[in-house]
């Protein structure tokens, strides 16, 4: 309850706030329609009274006063209605926009690894999406109190024993809320299956995994799977369903009982002449009334209690990014790396986790050197390239830049400053200028930049391929829109990495598994050229992932990671002569292409 009641305060003020005109019309419209139902009982009880008297005066007054309130209560909601729907997108398009917003607002990646955050996400969205129904619950609620405040003194009027007929509403107002919170435990126990039953069908519905479905001969098995996930996430939900319908019929049950016993009270009085046949009319009025205003009551308890969640779910949400938030800095970032980046005894344990990825890590990367990083999947080589972009900061130890620890540089200028290609690369479906210009925002239009950005990249070729140039819209889901090979699209992402001019890391985290080896070789070079380049004017150091040793071998530092650790590190001719495990895979490696 006190939940659903700071929802509906939080709901109503967010709505002030968002357009206060309406809001306020719309709630003047719902206090006359809570008035109307009883003005309506009133006039009902007069007009009867007057006409078992005789009194035809009296009785044109009253019916006035029937037809007008009689018509605020079939029209007052409709006219209320407009301002609050008009409310209600408004503050739907805010909401979703802070959801947006925090999504994006750490620095961090962190919540968009953790499973907690995607199912609360996955529930947000959906519950955001529904907010007007809250916001209809808000406003009725305001009506519903009026009406409930002004029948219960008619009531007490007639009779103080009838004023327990509002008391007996208070158990299904339990019951609902205790329903409510079934459905909630519902909803919460099956949104990760949910989440995929949604993914399962997004990859039976979209083109990118098509082609892989086929070939796999898996479109059955994921339409068997997703209708499995479906049906288990509707079993919860409807278990829940059925327990809470039956926790509020009881409740409700209860209510029924006390509304028989007050009008067979009244009646009871009339007939033996205590009471007026208006008295009756009145009693029997205001008790449909109560029956309605507890049904929608319970309805609107389940609403704001849903508002409430869904609150609960954002403030959740809005505290973890404000946990994310980094260390204010203390120390300018240099504008160019003189010594080198060095990592002291690192060790990292991904949040929510206890098993360490990487432990006793000890590196220096020269500045303007460039550095290659082999092992086996699940080494712990993206972690490390993490950890250089700030994406987490390590659980021991520290990462210095010229001495200094990176966390004491701000995190926006160092990101600034990285120039990163990703294996799972954005295919920004924007014209090919824009696709490649959001690498630096300050530069999107800017054509001769981002030619001079796929030159870097050695991708100038892909707009050959393209009807319009730069302009030439990319995506197949666009009108005219081309789409392109899994290698042209890696190649502009590449392009999108170079659009930074003088970073102080480049990253390139295999991003260039779509490409041959004789071209991830001719673009490493390139990339080599061009990192030594800036190496000279910032120190850049030059970050590669690649499980291509033609490639690896170019480098100035290799770094063999295997079981979270360091396993080797040197140049290629000192790993060979140290016969090592470098030696060995790089060996295994040539013969497989001999
Ligand atoms: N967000 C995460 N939360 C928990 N564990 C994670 C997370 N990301 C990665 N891991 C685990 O960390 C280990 C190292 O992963 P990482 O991605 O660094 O490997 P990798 O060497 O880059 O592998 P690959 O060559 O396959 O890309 C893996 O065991 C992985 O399961």
Redesign the pocket.
């Known amino acids: 309850m006190k939940d659903a009641l700071a929802g509906c305060w939080q709901l109503y003020t967010i709505a002030l706030r968002t357009s206060r005109a309406r809001m306020l019309l719309s709630t003047v419209l719902v206090l006359l329609e809570g008035l109307a139902w009883p003005v309506l009982a009133v006039g009902l009880k007069g007009g009867v009274n007057a006409a078992v008297a005789h009194r035809p005066g009296s009785m044109l007054g009253y019916g006035i006063a029937i037809a007008v309130s009689a018509i605020g209560v079939l029209l007052l909601h409709h006219f209320s209605y407009v301002p609050y729907v008009e409310t209600c997108d408004l503050v739907k398009v805010d909401l979703n926009a802070e959801l947006m917003a925090l999504a994006n607002g750490s620095a961090r990646i962190e919540h968009h690894?953790r499973a907690e955050y995607a199912d609360k996400i996955a529930v947000l969205r959906r519950e955001l999406s529904t907010f007007d129904v809250g916001m209809t619950g808000l406003l009725t609620a305001v009506s519903l109190l009026v009406g409930m405040v002004l029948t219960s003194i008619l009531l007490v009027r007639v009779d103080p024993w009838l004023l327990l007929l509002p008391v007996a509403a208070l158990p299904p107002v339990w019951s609902g809320q205790r329903a409510q919170r079934v459905i909630d435990r519902s909803r919460s126990a099956a949104a990760t299956q949910l989440r995929q039953a949604e993914h399962l069908y997004n990859l039976a519905t979209t083109a990118a995994t098509a082609k892989e479905l086929r070939v796999l001969r898996l479109q059955q098995e994921v339409t068997r799977r997703q209708a499995q996930q479906w049906d288990g996430a509707s079993h919860v939900l409807r278990a829940g369903q059925l327990r809470a319908t039956v926790v509020s019929a009881l409740g409700q049950l209860f209510f029924a009982v006390a509304y028989v016993v007050a009008v067979l009270l009244v009646l009871l009085q009339a007939v033996r002449g205590h009471r007026q046949v208006g008295d009756v009319v009145l009693v029997v009025t205001l008790a449909a009334q109560i029956n309605a205003q507890v049904t929608t009551g319970l309805d609107l308890l389940q609403k704001l209690q849903r508002v409430a969640n869904a609150l609960n779910r954002l403030r959740w949400l809005r505290e973890l990014i404000a946990s994310q938030q980094p260390p204010p800095p203390d120390s300018p970032l240099p504008t160019a790396i003189r010594d080198g980046i060095e990592l002291r005894d690192v060790a990292f344990t991904?949040p929510g986790?206890d098993r360490p990825?990487l432990s006793e890590v000890n590196l220096h990367f020269p500045a303007g050197s460039t550095v290659a990083i082999v092992?086996?999947?699940?080494?712990?080589?993206?972690?490390?390239v993490k950890l250089l972009c700030r994406f987490y900061d390590v659980t021991q130890g520290t990462i210095t830049i010229d001495g200094t620890d990176i966390t004491r540089f701000p995190l926006d200028d160092w990101r600034a400053r990285i120039a990163a290609g990703f294996?799972d690369f954005v295919r920004f479906e924007l014209p090919a200028q824009r696709t490649v210009g959001v690498g630096d925002l300050s530069h999107l239009d800017d054509e001769a930049a981002v030619l001079a950005a796929l030159e870097r990249a050695d991708a100038t070729l892909v707009l050959d391929r393209l009807d319009d140039g730069l302009a030439t819209q990319l995506g197949r889901s666009w009108t005219d829109g081309t789409e392109l090979s899994g290698g042209q699209w890696q190649r502009l992402a590449l392009g999108r990495a170079m659009m930074r001019e003088l970073p102080m890391l480049l990253v390139l985290d295999?991003p260039t598994s779509a490409l041959d080896a004789e071209a991830e070789h001719q673009l490493f070079e390139q990339y080599a050229r061009n990192a030594r380049r800036v190496g000279r004017e910032t120190g850049a150091v030059t970050v590669l992932?690649s499980?291509r040793f033609s490639t690896v071998s170019m480098a100035d530092q290799i770094l063999v990671?295997a079981d979270g650790r360091i396993a080797e590190a040197g140049s290629h001719d000192d790993l060979m002569r140290a016969s090592g495990l470098y030696a060995e895979l790089y060996a295994l490696h040539a013969s497989a292409f001999e």
């Open positions: 690894e991904y986790t990825i092992g086996e999947n699940g080494a712990g080589k993206t972690t490390l294996q295999e992932v499980h990671v």
